[in-house]
């Protein structure tokens, strides 16, 4: 009953969502952006690393190591895709046909210590005096419904990321204030009460969140988009780390972009 007045309450009261989330400014977000372009000649892809969904902006030098390439995945597998131009930019030479796509983005597992003078790429034994220690692992993925393509045969699969949001329909069927299943996998098996939250392009504040709610024992949720246009959720999962001499925890986070209402 919690769970579902919890989202209730953030799916129809932006400003409770506002208050109650203040303190997702403090980390980066990772997302993927992805289209097919104009001539529709090739696929197009961003990665996303900072504060202002959609916008993506150029990774930090010392930062653009930690990502993987941006894989296209089609029918056929999932192919690496050309990084062109910015850093965060990627490109794929592969005319789709009508139908519905994932574009997948890995930020490699990462220790980031923090002491007195902040935080550094580094674990305990790296920095000894460190208050404390986390291994971030993100990831994302991003649905690209080409020409009105509606499938779920591909987008429903599992793609084996660590922390995964697998969507159980196609957003493309889903109206403005409905119900979006997802389910939440961390290692392949579903996390249950894992945080989960949802935003969308153009939205009243970039340090909140329009929906915010926790999954079941089954690693479900439905999340309320609650209106047409550019959406990304986020799922959060915490573990102690195996060798705490090393470092405190895994901080697990996964987001899937999607559109609600036609897909430009």
Not at 81 to 91: C, D, I, L, R, V
Request: with cysteine.
């Amino acid at each position: 009953m919690e769970e579902k007045m919890n989202r209730l309450t953030c799916s129809l009261t932006l400003a409770f969502c506002t208050l109650a989330l203040p303190l997702q400014a403090m980390a980066h977000d990772f997302w993927v952006n992805a289209a097919q372009d104009a001539n529709k000649a090739q696929v197009k892809a961003q990665i996303g690393y900072g504060h202002g969904f959609p916008e993506p902006e150029a990774i930090a030098a010392d930062r653009a190591h930690i990502f993987n390439p941006l894989r296209l995945v089609t029918p056929d597998g999932a192919t690496e895709m050309t990084q062109k131009g910015e850093n965060y930019a990627y490109e794929s030479k592969k005319a789709l046909k009508k139908g519905s796509y994932l574009v997948l983005g890995d930020y490699k597992p990462t220790f980031w210590s923090k002491n007195a003078e902040g935080w550094k790429q580094a674990n305990r034994s790296q920095m000894s005096d460190a208050s404390y220690c986390e291994e971030a692992v993100m990831t994302a993925k991003s649905i690209l419904n080409v020409d009105g393509g509606m499938d779920t045969a591909l987008i429903t699969q599992v793609q084996g990321q660590k922390l995964e949001i697998v969507p159980q329909v196609n957003p493309a069927t889903v109206k403005p204030g409905a119900a979006f299943p997802v389910q939440v996998l961390y290692d392949g098996k579903p996390v249950k009460t894992a945080e989960v939250t949802a935003t969308f392009a153009d939205f009243l504040s970039k340090e909140s969140k329009a929906f915010y709610g926790h999954t079941d024992l089954k690693g479900m949720i439905e999340v309320i988009p609650l209106q047409a246009g550019y959406w990304f959720i986020q799922a959060k999962h915490k573990a102690p780390y195996a060798d705490t001499k090393v470092c405190d925890e895994i901080v697990a986070v996964g987001t899937l972009s999607f559109y609600i209402g036609k897909q430009p």
